[in-house]
Nanobody, 126 residues
Framework: QVQLVESGGGLVQPGSSLRLSCAAS????????VAWFRQAPGKEREFVAA????????YYADSLKGRFTVSRDSATNTVYLQMNGLKPEDTAIYYC???????????????????WGQGTQVTVSS
């Protein structure tokens, strides 16, 4: 079993930055991907970014590349999502999720992730 706990969400003004954290515990394994997804009210959950272990390869939604950065701290089993230049349309619940033994073609697929955190709310509003 793997437990994922997100933190770092909040209410910010447009143009601000936030850093979300996803702390993993349990049997994390050696080959997996941790991804960030988000879900806005009335919309489907969408892929944001992911990072693989062990090679550290990163993946982004095309629309978010350049504003969002995913990184990891292997010593603490924590994955971060740095979000810059936040816009009102970034308002959503942000979830982290884990996929074992991923392949590149499944990185963005919601249904390939078997562990999910509880989510953290990000609200961008003036």
């Amino acid at each position: 079993q793997v437990q994922l706990v997100e933190s770092g969400g909040g209410l910010v003004q447009p143009g601000s930055s936030l850093r979300l954290s996803c702390a993993a515990s349990g049997r994390t394994g050696n080959s997996y991907a941790v991804a960030w997804f988000r879900q806005a009210p009335g919309k489907e959950r969408e892929f944001v970014a992911a990072i693989r272990r062990p090679n550290g390869a990163t993946y982004y939604a095309d629309s978010l590349k350049g504003r969002f950065t995913v990184s990891r701290d292997s010593a603490t089993n924590t994955v971060y999502l740095q979000m810059n230049g936040l816009k009102p349309e970034d308002t959503a619940i942000y979830y982290c999720a884990r996929q074992s033994n991923p392949i590149t073609s499944t990185i963005r697929n919601t249904d390939r992730y078997d562990y999910w955190g509880q989510g953290t709310q990000v609200t961008v509003s003036s």
